[in-house]
């Protein structure tokens, strides 16, 4: 079945850890997105890739980091330097510039 | 930089009633609003509007966008219990140098039976 997979879906980080989030597609879709969410915040967009080898920062970028080696890939490393990185965090994809995005099922992060 | 409201931020009903929910939007270029609906996890797409005008309907689903109020409703008739969610609005503009879709902060929807 097409579809978005990440993993995992619960994660715990201690202090000063770096920790990645995996996103991966089978879609062909172009176009890739992380985005966190916390309680009463809706969604924000931390990055996003419209091609291969190619990505951008969204509007909280900071103490975060990505990689577009593949097309179906698009892996989110959450670094120490996030001072509050507690958050659910969606990927999503879409086949052009955003359109319907499709989303995965999230990855809870919480530091322990 | 672009912007979202969505109003009720919470709403409680009871099965059966009709309910509106609204989202107004400040955006530079606009391309699309989106709606969503987020039981637990994955939030999955109801409708992508880009007209005035047209409603789009699937089922007891109803949606329409005013451009010249800078705003959207979502309309659900004969509520069910299976409709209780958070409902995300989402715009697609060009604004603020960033790319993908601004999101309000949801209403969330808790129907009663």
């Known amino acids: 079945d097409g579809g978005i997979t990440q993993s995992p879906k619960y994660l715990f980080r201690k202090e000063g850890q770096n920790v990645t989030l995996s996103c991966e597609q089978n879609l062909n879709h172009d176009a890739m997105y992380w985005y966190r969410q916390d309680p009463g915040q809706g969604l924000r967009l931390i990055y996003y890739s419209q091609i291969v080898n190619d990505f951008q920062k969204g509007d909280i970028a900071e103490g975060y980091s990505v990689s577009r080696e593949k097309k179906e890939s698009f892996p989110l490393t959450v670094t120490s330097a996030q001072k509050n990185p507690t958050a659910f965090y969606l990927c999503?994809?879409?086949?052009?510039?955003?359109?319907?995005?499709?989303f995965g099922q999230g990855t809870r992060l919480t530091v322990v | 930089e672009d912007k979202v409201v969505q109003s009720p931020l919470s709403l409680v009903v009871h099965e059966g009633d009709t309910v509106t929910l609204n989202c107004s939007y400040e955006v530079t270029n606009f391309r699309s609003l989106l709606w969503y609906k987020q039981e637990k996890k994955a939030p999955t797409f109801l409708f992508m509007l880009?007209?005035?005008?047209i409603e789009k309907k699937s089922g007891r689903l109803s949606s329409i966008l005013d451009k010249k109020e800078l705003s959207s409703i979502l309309n659900i008739t004969a509520t069910q219990t299976g409709d209780s969610a958070i409902y995300l609005c989402a715009v697609e503009g060009t604004g603020g140098g960033a790319d993908g879709l601004t999101f309000g902060k949801g209403t969330h929807l808790i129907i009663q039976p």
């Open positions: 880009t007209s005035s005008g």
């Open positions: 999503a994809s879409s086949p052009n510039r955003v359109g319907e995005a499709f």
